[in-house]
């Protein structure tokens, strides 16, 4: 099933609750793929505080807010299959994050001519947010990852970019089909490589 939702309004993220509650008729929700994301053209030169401030929200405060509101329902399937290991088919929360928030990899993705700062630092703060729901809801039995879609032709991407969106989804999914707890906390490429923070 797939619901829309504006991750930024909470009134349509309880909408979306609603309308997977009422399909799943008491089963649980066993993954959530947060998949908000904004980018604006800004430098450390012009990027200011209200850009900062909407990026922030859409891409770290929408997937904190949509998965805060679907817990019960991930918590729901993962009491379920509670003699389960970690998995998608157990109760996970994806967060669709990017290269572009790895520190580590900042010295080789960063572009002079296109930094991207607002959307940078917004991806890294969401990898921070998996790490901690990695860590807050093990217990529970959510598995909480990110992962980074590659350079997708896309609005966003642009048609410049190396994979189509069938070439980034179905890596994508061999990715979900294959998360344990070995994944859990971390952040992972389409095609399955491990990306440093």
Request: proline letters at 4%; aromatic letters at 6%; a negative charge.
């Amino acid at each position: 099933m797939f619901v829309l939702t504006d991750a930024t309004n909470p009134d349509s993220i309880k909408k979306a609750v609603k309308n997977v509650e009422e399909h799943l008729e008491g089963a649980g929700l066993n993954l959530l793929l947060n998949n908000a994301g904004i980018m604006s053209h800004v430098n450390l030169d012009n990027v200011d505080s209200e850009d900062m401030i909407n990026v922030f929200k859409t891409n770290v405060v929408g997937p904190m807010q949509v998965s805060q509101a679907f817990y019960p329902l991930l918590k729901e399937s993962a009491d379920a299959r509670s003699q389960e290991p970690l998995s998608c088919k157990k109760a996970a929360v994806v967060n669709i994050s990017s290269v572009l928030g790895s520190i580590e990899r900042t010295s080789v993705t960063y572009d002079p001519a296109k930094q991207v700062v607002s959307y940078r630092i917004s991806k890294a703060a969401l990898n921070m947010l998996t790490k901690c729901q990695a860590e807050g809801y093990r217990t529970d039995g959510i598995l909480c990852t990110a992962v980074h879609p590659g350079w997708v032709k896309t609005d966003m991407g642009t048609e410049g970019a190396l994979l189509t969106t069938e070439q980034s989804a179905n890596g994508i999914l061999k990715v979900l089909g294959s998360l344990t707890e070995k994944e859990n906390g971390i952040l992972m490429a389409w095609d399955g490589k491990v990306i440093p923070w």
